[in-house]
């Protein structure tokens, strides 16, 4: 037959003519390179702290958290820094950082998972780096190498039932009064995210207790910061109140799906 059959013809999955194809592989570069300077900073930094921990903690506690804080903390932090997308944080407020920063508390509302972040951008920024404790709950041992370096940088670690880590718990937080290096310890009171089911709980918590019912905020706990105040109270910490707001946040109250109270 002389019919004419088509041939076959490659089809690319994009086309080489589409404008906006280089804008697309210059963003996935960009997303690769900081995902993976992000995880050799982790490995790193895993393995500098590690180090420290065998060969200088067994004989110095307080200089091993000074190393710790000079050298990986602010290494990490810098790093992380580069890595991920610029961000512009606005401050306000009524107190200056002393310039003879010493052990501070700092208590914050909670919206994000980012927002450890960014109060550590800010703390950066002028200066104290590596400094910030974050308490966090014992879940984040589990993620690989993060939470090798929170155990290696002391953070403290906080469960579900106070009363079966206590003791020791404050045990750890007393030995700060004995360092001589700046040390801030960041601590959300709200305990978790603002979303639809935790403000329900903490409406009904505050109700049962006779407490004020707040709509943009969870009702804070006070057992850790009056713990943490209460062990560190010879150190004689500075204690500072931040509230972290988004820019264009109207107030809606995030929904949390497949999850029930």
Known sequence: SNAHHPRPQLQLPFDSDDPDLFPTILLLTQQFTSILLATISCIG???????????????SRSYYRHLSQALGATTFLDAM???LPNTKISITGDSDIPPDFGTSIVVSNHLGEIDWWIIMMIFRCIGIKGSVKLFLHRSY???PFVGVIFKLLDFPFLGDEWS????RFLKFLKTF???????????????????????RQS???ALKEGRPNLNHLLLPRTTGFNATLDSLR????????MTIVQKGYKGKIPRVEGKSS
Not at 164 to 167: A, F, P, V
Not at 177 to 199: H, S, Y
């Open 45 to 59: 930094l895993s393995i500098s702290l590690a180090l420290l921990y065998c060969f200088i903690r067994p004989f």
């Open 81 to 83: 820094a580069l890595a």
């Open 177 to 199: 009064n004995e360092d001589t290096n700046p040390v801030l310890f960041l601590l959300f009171p709200e305990g978790g995210q603002l979303d639809e089911r935790t403000i």
């Open 234 to 241: 010879p150190s004689h910490p500075c204690i500072y109140d």
């Open 141 to 143: 041992k589990q993620i």
């Open 203 to 205: 409406t009904a918590f």
């Open 164 to 167: 079966s880590y206590r003791d």
